[in-house]
């Protein structure tokens, strides 16, 4: 039964800490949630890009190389945006703006798809245009992720600008628009290539995500060519750290198929590349690349891109004994090439 004020008619009043609970605990509910990493809890995607507080994994390849092999992958496409060009794109505007190259103007830039895909979804956080040029041949998976994040897409024909770099010839478009007089002061080019702020992504984050990870066991580094940030930046760090760890990169053939990777003796090697870090380059062609991504799906159960097949087959051809530990970049995962896979598998089902 109820039993009501006797004086008022009212049910008894609470006491003092009763009252004072029931209000902290009604603030409590009307405050919004605060940001909080130990419970990875994020107030902008922004923040899941991996930095040495949140890095991407590193996982053990167990089933593909040869007997006594010990190497890993520091598996990119966990950043939010699905490759490593998260962290490239992150550190180009966050350069840009601390130049005070941004203002209001929209951006520009040759992309082969993941730091256009990553460069737009930064841009889109910040209600920010952004136009790339990219090879009409790069798979229709990245050209659909680019429209939906609202950029400007300009296929550029693959007699131009060939579907493996992209070439010169993108870099030049996303220049010509950037520098028309016609546009003057409307664009800002982040140009990837380039810019030293790409090599500092990796400089300040992969490497010592690597040198850490690995407990500062780490004797090989594999990554391949394609802007050369990453090479250069890791391979700085891990060389700075201890000189005779070995930085090894992947080069694919002329006229490949390997979205991201380039070949350079077929295009202009970025002018950010350091070689003084390079201790060896390998040669993958697309056959075998494909191949070694096809068994790291149904061996390691790794949903990985192409260019990872190529520096896993890379690593594979390693000497274990002088290689010691073994970490690759795997830079994206395999959802964006689904076309490209579906067009090879369809092919050997024919041949068979």
Same mark, same amino acid.
């Given at each position: ?65 040869? /007997? ?14 699905? /490759? ?109 290539? *380039? ?95 494909? *191949? ?17 097949? *190529? ?11 002088? /290689? ?22 369809? *092919? ?5």
């Amino acid at each position: 039964m109820y039993i009501t004020n006797s004086a008022a008619g009212q049910p008894p009043a609470q006491t003092e800490p009763q009252q004072d609970r029931t209000a902290a605990e009604r603030r409590a509910r009307q405050e919004r949630l605060r940001p909080d990493a130990s419970r990875r809890r994020y107030g902008s995607v922004r923040d899941l890009i991996a930095s040495p507080q949140n890095p991407t994994p590193l996982v053990r390849l167990s089933r593909v190389l040869p /007997s006594g092999a010990e190497a890993h992958l520091k598996l990119e496409w966990f950043n939010p945006f699905g /490759s490593i060009k998260d962290r490239t794109a992150l550190y180009l505007l966050e350069g840009m703006r601390r130049r005070g190259e941004l203002g209001g103007r929209e951006l520009v830039e040759a992309t082969s798809g993941n730091t256009g895909i990553a460069l737009a979804a930064l841009a889109a956080l910040e209600g920010k245009k952004l136009t790339v040029t990219i090879p009409s041949g790069a798979p229709q998976e990245k050209l659909t992720l680019l429209r939906m994040l609202g950029a400007e897409v300009m296929a550029t024909p693959d007699d131009l600008c060939p579907v493996d770099n992209p070439s010169d010839g993108a870099i030049a478009l996303a220049r010509a628009v950037a520098e028309s007089p016609a546009h003057r002061g409307r664009y800002a080019m982040p140009n990837q290539y *380039a810019n030293p702020d790409n090599v500092r992504a990796h400089y300040e984050t992969t490497g010592p995500e690597i040198w850490e990870q690995t407990e500062g066991r780490v004797r090989t580094f594999v990554a391949g060519f394609g802007t050369c940030g990453t090479i250069t930046g890791v391979g700085r760090f891990l060389k700075e750290r201890d000189p005779s760890i070995r930085v090894v990169a992947v080069e694919p053939q002329r006229g490949h198929h390997l979205p991201g990777l380039k070949n350079l003796q077929e295009a202009k090697a970025p002018a950010i590349l350091d070689r003084s870090v390079l201790d060896d380059v390998v040669r993958v062609d697309d056959g075998p690349a494909y *191949a070694m991504a096809r068994r790291l799906f149904r061996e390691e159960a790794l949903i990985v891109g192409p260019s990872t097949g *190529a520096i896993v087959e890379a690593i594979a051809r390693l000497e274990p004994a002088e /290689s010691g530990l073994v970490v690759g970049i795997s830079p994206d995962g395999g959802h964006k090439y689904a076309s490209f896979y579906a067009e090879r598998l369809d *092919a050997e089902e024919v041949a068979r």
